[in-house]
């Protein structure tokens, strides 16, 4: 298996513009994560689904962050308008039913 | 306070030593333990999970969990420069499939000095 795919790898926007961050999470995995990943705060879960549907948000920022899973092999994180503080480094990671989590390559998002 | 605390280093060790990383944490909900591995500008790799108190044991590494304490630790045997990376611990409640979104820890930066 290919793994976790996040795309793209490296984001660099200026403020204000809309980011969409991509993750294509391993087959079979029931359950998809966002987490982000700064200096300052460390790793914090964002959000995750189970089967499509969304189980838990409150680690979102606020709402200029929202993020969909249409089906089970593709997920976005969208950040609407950008700002710097978002700068970070965003990883996308699944699991199947009673198991733990493997991890994508993350996205480098800078915003100018 | 946070709900896991976790030094973060750097922590700089001679190459074949016994390394003792650690975190400790607050809320009694948390069921299970995990410890991933992450090298630079790369993805957590996960190394160890386990959800009862007590030891677990893989290769050179074996985790130890200790929930009357609300401790837990990883222990690295005969390390190797290749094991320089940051660890951070990971730990979450149970949500009906497993476990539940995971609350990470800092993360402590080893260094394997050859």
């Known amino acids: 298996d290919a793994g976790v795919i996040q795309s793209p790898r490296h984001e660099v926007t200026e403020m204000g513009q809309e980011v969409t961050l991509r993750c294509k999470p391993i087959s079979g995995h029931d359950y998809l994560f966002w987490y982000r990943q700064t200096m300052m705060r460390g790793l914090e879960l964002l959000i995750y689904?189970?089967?499509?549907?969304?189980?838990?948000d409150s680690g979102m920022p606020e709402d200029r962050f929202s993020a969909k899973m249409p089906n089970a092999s593709f997920s976005t994180l969208k950040i609407q308008p950008s700002e710097p503080r978002d700068s970070a480094v965003y990883f996308c990671?699944?699991?199947?039913?009673?198991?733990?989590?493997?991890f994508g390559p993350g996205t480098r998002l800078t915003v100018l | 306070q946070k709900e896991v605390e976790q030094d973060p280093g750097p922590l700089s060790v001679p190459e074949g030593a016994i390394v003792s990383l650690n975190c400790t944490y607050s809320n009694s909900a948390f069921q299970y333990f995990m410890w991933y591995r992450q090298y630079s500008r790369k993805g957590p790799e996960l190394l160890m999970y386990t959800y009862s108190s007590g030891n677990k044991e893989d290769g050179r590494f074996t985790a130890q969990v200790d929930k009357s304490s609300k401790y837990i630790s990883l222990f690295i045997r005969d390390s190797q420069p290749s094991d320089s990376a940051t660890y951070l611990c990971a730990l979450a409640r149970y949500s009906g499939g497993g476990a539940d979104g995971l609350t990470f820890g800092k993360g402590t930066h080893l260094i394997i000095q050859p």
């Open positions: 689904f189970n089967n499509n549907v969304p189980i838990d």
């Open positions: 990671a699944s699991r199947p039913v009673s198991d733990t989590q493997y």
